[in-house]
């Protein structure tokens, strides 16, 4: 598997993954009916990083790196994936994961912080938490999940200088 920047060529990919992503609304605050347009720019906004991983020649995930704050916050990086469904329980994630921590290095940030992973995530928190992330606070039903109701969402957090 290869993981690189993206680029316009990996649009539709990208569309396709991110729209199943959201309409099961179980992971991610992004309105379920968000258009292609709204999420690309979203995904491909200025100033932040866009990656693909690639297996066969096909586009299986997609994570980016931005910073968490501006100013004084920055130094703190945030980042935020998906993984094709048909791709899933492979070894995508956890590959973008090491990925994501060695590029938010490089980069220089100090810090990664995951700002919303949903309670019922258990696949995101175990592997986050085996990717040396701690859950540093819950925010009591953040999150209107789409069968189970208002739910916690933990803020989970990483020190990079180690
Ligand atoms: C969360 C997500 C990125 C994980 O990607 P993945 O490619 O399926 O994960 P991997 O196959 O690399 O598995 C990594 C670890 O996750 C955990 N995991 C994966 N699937 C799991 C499942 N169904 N149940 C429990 N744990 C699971 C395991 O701890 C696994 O560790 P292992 O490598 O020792 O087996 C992917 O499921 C996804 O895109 N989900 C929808 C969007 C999302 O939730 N993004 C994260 C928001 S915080």
Redesign the pocket.
Known sequence: MRIRPATETDKDAIWSIFKA?IASGD??AFDPGMSRQDALAYWFQPGIWTYVAERNGGVV?TYIIRTNQPGLGSHVANA????SSQ??????????GEHCLEEARRLGFRAMQ?N???ST????I???E?LGFKIVATLPGAFRHSSKGFIDVYIMFRNLTD
């Open positions: 992503v992971t991610y995930g935020a994936f998906m993984v791709a899933r329980g492979m070894g995508v994630g956890r590959q973008m995951f919303f992973v949903v995530n258990q696949a995101a175990r592997l986050w085996s």
